[in-house]
């Protein structure tokens, strides 16, 4: 288990799925954690469920697409834990629609949050901890901002382009003790993923994961914690496939293996 004793994390979407795991993971570790969601009443529950753990949590409603709404959740965060050794940026949203059927009120929808709330966050995040000279930035991308998928037109953009800013942060943060990773799951089972994947989409998944299954929220937060963590110093502008070998794979026979389970 990584050691975050002493450390701080916030964690967007840190109230539901891969988010909520995350906030888990660094809370088991010895770290104290904000847990900023867009559902407050989420938020507090979750921070509430870890406090009574005996850790350090706080909630913090915030909303990642508004600008003054990231400034007062770091803000708050700095004030209450004195520093921010790292960022989980977990919060986002997704669509399964094609590009015919994919508005621009959708598209602007989804990029706004996706992928300008991870840049604003970035940026503000990157600002504490370059005064600080060390720090730990973790991007949420996606298998769909690699690979090209039915339904994924803005989702898959939006996603692309947090791949891309992590590349470009890594090199411009890296002199100020700042590492910049994302990671790229496949199909968790999260609730984003239940609203998004029907029956013919996890057919379709479970067809090409040679783990023939979906993943777990806490697959995914182990590893974050140790992107998240003093061991990773060296590991910066990677983005980090967690499908089940999703993007890895071909053809898949599985009759080849007459023992799999």
């Given amino acids: 288990m990584s050691d975050f004793e002493g450390q701080h994390v916030l ?3 840190g109230a539901s799925g891969i988010g909520r795991a995350i906030a888990h993971k660094i809370a088991a570790g010895g770290g104290a954690v904000t847990i900023a969601d867009r559902n407050g009443d989420a938020a507090v529950e979750t921070a509430t469920e870890l406090t009574n753990q005996g850790h350090a949590a706080t909630p913090i409603c915030a909303d990642i697409s508004d600008p003054a709404s990231v400034q007062k959740m770091f803000q708050t965060a700095q004030a209450v834990h004195k520093r921010l050794d790292g960022l989980a940026h977990c919060a986002g949203i997704g669509i399964e629609k094609t590009i015919l059927e994919t508005s621009l009120e959708d598209w602007n929808k989804i990029i706004g949050i996706n992928l300008t709330g991870t840049f604003l966050c970035a940026k503000a995040a990157a600002e504490i901890m370059a005064a600080q000279g060390y720090g730990r930035l973790l991007l949420m991308g996606s298998a769909a901002g690699e690979r090209g998928g039915t339904g994924r037109a803005a989702y898959g953009a939006s996603k692309g382009g947090v791949h891309a800013l ?6 411009e943060l890296a002199e100020l ?4 990773n994302a990671m790229a799951p496949g199909a968790i089972e999260t609730e984003l993923v239940k609203k998004m994947h029907d029956a013919e989409t996890r057919e379709s998944y479970c067809a090409r ?3 023939n299954r979906y993943g ?3 697959e995914v937060a182990n590893v974050a914690a140790f992107l998240l963590s003093r ?6 502008g990677v983005t980090m496939p967690i499908d089940g ?6 053809v898949i026979k599985r009759k080849m293996n007459p023992d799999r389970p």
């Fill in 11 to 13: 964690v967007t979407g």
């Fill in 166 to 171: 992590t590349r470009v942060l890594s090199v």
């Fill in 177 to 180: 003790g700042i590492t910049v």
């Fill in 209 to 211: 994961i040679p783990a």
């Fill in 216 to 218: 777990t929220p806490e």
């Fill in 231 to 236: 061991d990773a110093a060296y590991v910066s």
């Fill in 245 to 250: 070998a999703f993007m890895g794979s071909g």
